[in-house]
């Protein structure tokens, strides 16, 4: 049965997000998701004037693929989906997989292997196309949010249009207020971070790259990082569920880290010398998102939030940190989850979640949701 809001949707990714032009090429990757919102996607490409290719995948077979997966395999694969993707201009994924730990039984040197070897196919993307990510709503997504799968749907919708023009002012004045900033200072439950940012730059990310979205990121300096911090949002990472990471820092390092799967957390942060540094900071406030549900495209964004992330620094705020790693971790410092406090140069910029210079308080769910 059709479904407005798979239109609705599909024209924001379109029209906002990738902003595709006439005769513009876009790649749709749609994983486990249903024929209808695919559907709409072509078609709200082809309105647009563009030129729409598709690809469909499935969880279980991707899974198949990779448990027996060798090099020359990969080196195959990489080589014809780097030359497809040099001809796209945009690109669009949504993935809707039931089952978030589908690849949680490939061995670890596998799932590495297949990173290192889709690498050059993930730069073309992330730096030559205009692209947006985002998951889809399924029963295990509902339950990991503790709710019906009716009610995430709503929920998912709702979040998925918000209008990010409303954020816009705040999310600027927050860029030029980091830009301006050296060091930073996190502090909360088993937490105490330093670092600093100092001449790196701070990116806004209002709608245009994920869905849903609502965070300015940028980067520590890469050997500043000194003391600990422990998260307190779920995680998932190659299909592995992780909590209560704790890590600790010296030199911008990573010298100890422990969770429930402290083996495996570490054997990720053995995967290469740049897995152990970090590669992004960025506060998350998207008014709609105030839960986890181990789905890193939502919990970054929750409001209130942080993440740090071991691993890769992005191009536009770069520290020169290169891993095949980039795990977002986040912790939630609103005061139903433990408080904190985020100084920027000895100034208290948030409290408990709440920015508190009034150039930033638009970025508050509280104001954001009286002001809707």
């Known amino acids: 049965m059709h479904d407005v809001r798979f239109d609705k949707l599909a024209k924001i990714l379109v029209q906002y997000s990738i902003r595709l032009k006439r005769n513009e090429t876009v790649l749709i990757e749609a994983f486990d998701v249903p024929d209808e919102m695919t559907i709409a996607l072509i078609r709200a490409a082809r309105k647009a004037g563009g030129m729409p290719f598709v ?3 499935h969880a279980r077979v991707n899974r198949a693929l990779a448990l027996e997966a060798s090099d020359k395999q990969l080196s195959m694969l990489a080589s014809h989906e780097l030359a497809r993707m040099k ?5 669009i994924a949504v993935r809707g997989s039931n089952n978030i730990t589908e690849l949680s039984d490939v061995p670890v040197d596998t799932m590495k292997l297949i990173a290192k070897k889709m690498q050059p196919v993930q730069d073309q993307r992330v730096k030559k196309t205009k692209w947006v990510v985002l998951r889809w709503p399924t029963p295990s997504m509902a339950q990991l949010a503790g709710m019906s799968t009716e009610a995430f749907e709503d929920f ?9 023009r409303k954020l816009q002012p705040g999310m600027k004045a927050l860029k030029r207020l980091m830009e301006k900033t050296d060091r930073v200072e996190i502090k909360g439950p088993d937490t105490d971070l330093r670092f600093s940012i100092k001449g ?3 990116v806004i990310c209002g709608g245009d790259r994920n869905i849903p979205d609502g965070e300015v990121f940028s980067c520590p300096v890469k050997h500043s990082v000194e003391g600990h911090v422990t998260f307190n949002a779920p ?9 209560g990471i704790r890590l600790e820092f010296k030199n911008g390092k990573i010298v100890d880290a422990t969770s429930n799967e402290t083996e495996k957390l570490k054997k990720i942060l053995d995967s290469d010398v740049g897995a152990r540094y970090i590669g992004e900071f960025s506060l998350g406030f998207n008014p709609r998102i105030l839960q986890p549900m181990r789905d890193i495209l939502f919990d ?4 209130g939030s942080f993440h740090f992330t071991p691993g890769q620094a992005y191009e536009e705020a770069d520290n020169g940190n290169r891993s095949q790693v980039h795990w977002d971790m986040v912790s939630i410092q609103r005061r139903e989850y433990g408080g904190g406090e985020i100084y920027f140069d000895s100034k208290l910029v948030r409290r408990d979640g709440d920015f508190l210079p009034h150039p930033l308080q638009t970025l508050n769910p509280g104001r954001f949701i009286k002001g809707a």
């Open 300 to 303: 970054e964004k929750i409001a």
């Open 55 to 57: 690809q469909v995948y």
């Open 87 to 91: 001809k796209m201009d945009a690109y």
């Open 156 to 164: 998912y919708f709702n979040v998925c249009t918000l209008d990010y």
């Open 235 to 243: 995680s998932i990472y190659q299909g592995i569920g992780f909590d």
């Open 200 to 202: 790196i730059p701070a």
